[in-house]
């Protein structure tokens, strides 16, 4: 039987510096979808790679060997010891594993509780195993069902009234430190989602001296002209380093952008006047050890976590309401999901009844020795309504029993009583009739 499985760690379970140690960039996730579909009881994966988390979704008929392929292919691919990340990995199976993804989709368990990006994260990592084509029915059904989960809790609760995001909250820290945000000047560096969100709260706050840099001067540029900054080069960064208040990082590079010798030299220029610093990407863009330099503040995404604001508790009221929509709909999978291992038992006592139905009809139609047609469509008309209406209880029964405990017993007694085991040969090539929609 395939069972659904997690294996990651989270912003609860493991700091930064351990979780950028096993993050994926694109090019990295494509490459470790591959590594990792080749496993032998890993039958379909994706990846899922942000900020507060990586984890690892799967499908096996086996699972015990797959999270162990799995732990064995994070260390590998990011050459990294098991020793040093095994006890901070989280292992979800079954029921437990659908729950999860669901309470990740509709950002129940995200760090800043409603926000907005992940499910666009999930979307993403999706997309990309759909096009390395690591999915199949299980994982299919399943992440479609979480977008589905994610957009009902959106609608039905008001989890995501106010917006805040990590990005919000950044803006807020930045807020405390700095009375007056309009006199300072802020560096924006990163033009993706994030730093655009950045970007929008800082100008909602007050902000009128931004300055925006990424790694394409393009991209920098095109932000710039929506939000009324000015645009730079990542080689600029450095000189505008001396004349910047804030510097909010949020960019997708493997490396450190600002190091500590770039900050001396910045804070020597400004006559040692203070920086803030909000490093929100994953891996970091600023090295940690710059925080240990005079009158550098710098915080990291996981500093944020201690920084709230007066929508949280509301917030968290609103995430018992999303609780209950996604054990509902968790509920509904599992019984789809469950309903899967009886679709063979189905097809071949189908297959049985129809073939014993043109045995006995030909026999019927030999005997008749009639060539009316309407005669023969009569009979097998007939024929046909006699094998549904016997089929029909049988299978609901069987269907309906699927998700509960007595599945497995209904099952096999089926296959006994009909002595479908023995006839397995005689309609394998039937198979091709299982449908999804028979459990639907």
């Known amino acids: 039987m395939h069972r659904i499985v997690v294996v990651g760690l989270d912003y609860k379970s493991a700091p930064v510096e351990l979780r950028e140690r096993l993050a994926f960039s694109q090019s990295m996730l494509e490459l470790g979808l591959e590594e990792l579909y080749a496993k032998r009881y890993v039958q379909e994966c994706l990846i899922l790679s942000t900020c507060n988390r990586v984890e690892v979704y799967a499908v096996s008929d086996n699972i015990e060997e797959c999270v162990e392929s799995i732990r064995e292919f994070l260390s590998d691919f990011h050459r990294l010891s098991l020793d040093s990340f095994a006890h901070v990995l989280n292992i979800s199976i079954g029921h437990m594993a659908i729950r999860?993804?669901?309470?990740?989709?509709?950002?129940?368990?995200?760090?800043?509780?409603?926000?907005?990006?992940?499910?666009?994260?999930?979307?993403?990592?999706?997309?990309?195993?759909?096009?390395?084509?690591?999915?199949?029915?299980?994982?299919?059904?399943?992440?479609?069902?979480?977008?589905?989960?994610?957009?009902?809790?959106?609608?039905?609760?008001?989890?995501?009234?106010?917006?805040?995001?990590?990005?919000?909250?950044?803006?807020?820290?930045?807020?405390?430190?700095?009375?007056?945000?309009?006199?300072?000047?802020?560096?924006?560096?990163?033009?993706?989602?994030?730093?655009?969100?950045?970007?929008?709260?800082l100008i909602n706050s007050g902000i009128r001296d931004l300055i925006i840099a990424s790694r394409r001067y393009d991209s920098s540029e095109a932000l710039a002209s929506k939000l009324n900054g000015n645009p730079i080069s990542m080689d600029e960064v450095y000189y505008f380093l001396k004349e910047t208040d804030i510097v909010i990082t949020a960019t997708g590079s493997s490396e450190y952008i600002i190091k500590p010798h770039h900050m001396r030299e910045a804070?020597?220029?400004?006559?040692?006047?203070?920086?803030?610093?909000?490093?929100?990407?994953?891996?970091?863009?600023?090295d940690p050890r710059v925080e240990e330099i005079s009158n550098i503040y710098l915080y990291d995404i996981d500093d944020l976590r201690g920084v709230t604001d007066e929508n949280m508790e509301s917030r968290r009221e609103n995430a018992k309401l999303a609780e209950e929509i996604v054990l509902q709909t968790e509920r509904k999978f599992q019984g789809w999901l469950n309903g899967l291992k009886v679709v063979?038992?189905?097809?071949?006592?189908?297959?049985?009844?129809?073939?014993?139905?043109?045995?006995?009809?030909?026999?019927?139609?030999?005997?008749?020795?009639?060539?009316?047609e309407k005669v023969k469509n009569i009979i097998e008309s007939m024929a046909s309504g006699i094998v549904g209406k016997i089929l029909h209880d049988p299978l609901t029964n069987l269907k309906k029993e699927s998700s509960t405990s007595?599945?497995?017993?209904?099952?096999?007694?089926?296959?006994?009583?009909f002595e479908l085991d023995n006839e397995f040969k005689v309609f394998e090539e039937e198979e091709d009739e299982a449908d999804v929609k028979d459990w639907e």
């Open 100 to 201: 999860h993804l669901f309470s990740v989709a509709s950002s129940i368990d995200s760090m800043v509780i409603g926000e907005p990006q992940i499910l666009g994260q999930v979307k993403q990592a999706y997309k990309s195993a759909v096009f390395k084509q690591t999915v199949g029915l299980i994982l299919n059904r399943l992440f479609h069902t979480a977008f589905f989960v994610a957009k009902k809790v959106r609608a039905q609760t008001k989890i995501g009234t106010q917006a805040v995001s990590v990005s919000y909250v950044a803006v807020e820290l930045a807020k405390r430190i700095f009375d007056d945000l309009s006199k300072r000047r802020v560096m924006l560096i990163g033009a993706g989602d994030m730093g655009e969100l950045a970007a929008q709260h």
């Open 344 to 372: 063979p038992t189905i097809v071949k006592l189908r297959s049985k009844l129809e073939i014993i139905k043109e045995a006995e009809l030909r026999k019927a139609l030999d005997k008749l020795g009639s060539d009316d």
């Open 406 to 417: 007595l599945g497995a017993l209904y099952m096999d007694s089926m296959q006994k009583l």
């Open 267 to 286: 804070l020597k220029l400004r006559n040692n006047e203070p920086i803030f610093m909000i490093d929100i990407a994953v891996p970091r863009d600023i």
